[in-house]
Every structure is written in C-alpha cells, then in structure tokens.
C-alpha cells in the first residue's frame, strides 16, 4: 500500500497522471467489509483510478475499491471501472455491476461440503488451473471468442456470494 502511494504521489505530478508511470494497476486497496470514505493517501489513488482520470488498465481482486459488496458502486461517479475482476471463492453481489470485457473466478478450493450446502454453482477449473475465465455478464463489453471453460461456466449471477446477509446466497437469509 505504501509503494502505491507513493507511485500515485510522483504520478501525480505529471500531466499524464498514472498513466505515466503504470501500464497496468492491480487494486488490491480494501477488502470487501470496507465502510466509509477513504483517507488519504488513498483517497487520492482512488481519485487516479476514476474512470475521469483516464487510469491504466485497472485489475481488481475481488471487489474493486470503493464498491460495496452486494450494491456495487451505486451512483457515485468517480467510482472505479475496473477492465478486469478476480472474483475470489465466488462472485459477489456487486459482481453483476461489473461492465469489463475479463472477469475471472479463483479459488477452485472451495469444499464440495460447503459448495454444496450453498448450492453454489461453480465452474468446472481445467486439469490443475486455479482460475478459470467467466464468461461476459449482460452488458459487459465484448472481449471476443471465449474459451470452453467460459463458455461452460455458469453466470456469475448463479454464483454469488452475500456476505451482508450472513450467508452465501440470498435465499439463506430468508
């Protein structure tokens, strides 16, 4: 997080923002429990990662920085566009408000016992693969031929997560 800040500190001084500096940016800032605003020196980074600030390429792990967990980003403006999402374990709620052309799911670890308690709906990972390519949600861009795997998996829909709602799917709150 320090290294970041301080890449967006001397970024910040150039015309061309991080782009300057970055060809590519993995935002890995917060968890998906974050509440609030952000202080600085992130808050300043996330400023750099707003779509306005014409950013890198933005590649977020889980939930992008800044999105709640289950609504996504709502209706602020500036939040991030990520062009890439590594769901980990499942994705969440907030995944169906992603609109990049790559989404991947990692995290094949997931036990039959708790998979199938959840009745979560995973794809099947390729040989040893640890990550498997999801295809496009509704209104995501385009990103051209998808691969067996993606086209086999499920919809991201079909495998969130909710953590709000102390359970894996929303059904379980019921």
């Known amino acids: 997080a320090a290294a970041a800040a301080a890449a967006a500190a001397g970024a910040s001084s150039s015309s061309s923002g991080l782009s300057a500096v970055a060809d590519v940016?993995?935002?890995?800032?917060?968890?998906?429990?974050?509440k609030g605003s952000a202080r600085p020196p992130f808050d300043s980074l996330l400023q750099m990662l707003a779509p306005a600030?014409?950013?890198?390429?933005?590649?977020?792990?889980?939930?992008?920085?800044?999105?709640?967990?289950?609504?996504?980003?709502?209706?602020?403006?500036?939040?991030?566009?990520?062009?890439?999402?590594?769901?980990?374990?499942?994705?969440?709620?907030?995944?169906?408000?992603?609109?990049?052309?790559?989404?991947?799911?990692?995290?094949?670890?997931?036990?039959p016992a708790i998979r199938d308690k959840f009745k979560l709906a995973l794809p099947a990972y390729?040989?040893?693969?640890?990550?498997?390519?999801?295809?496009?949600?509704a209104g995501a861009a385009a990103s051209g031929s998808t691969s067996a795997a993606a086209a086999a998996a499920a919809s991201p829909a079909d495998m969130r997560v909710s953590y709000e709602l102390r359970g894996l799917l929303e059904g379980e709150a019921a």
């Open 53 to 111: 600030a014409k950013p890198p390429a933005v590649v977020a792990v889980d939930i992008p920085s800044g999105w709640h967990v289950e609504q996504g980003p709502g209706d602020n403006p500036d939040a991030l566009a990520p062009d890439m999402l590594v769901s980990l374990t499942a994705p969440k709620l907030a995944a169906q408000h992603f609109k990049g052309p790559h989404h991947y799911l990692g995290g094949r670890f997931v036990p």
């Open 126 to 137: 390729p040989g040893v693969q640890q990550c498997v390519k999801l295809p496009p949600a």
């Open 25 to 34: 940016v993995v935002d890995a800032l917060f968890g998906f429990s974050f």
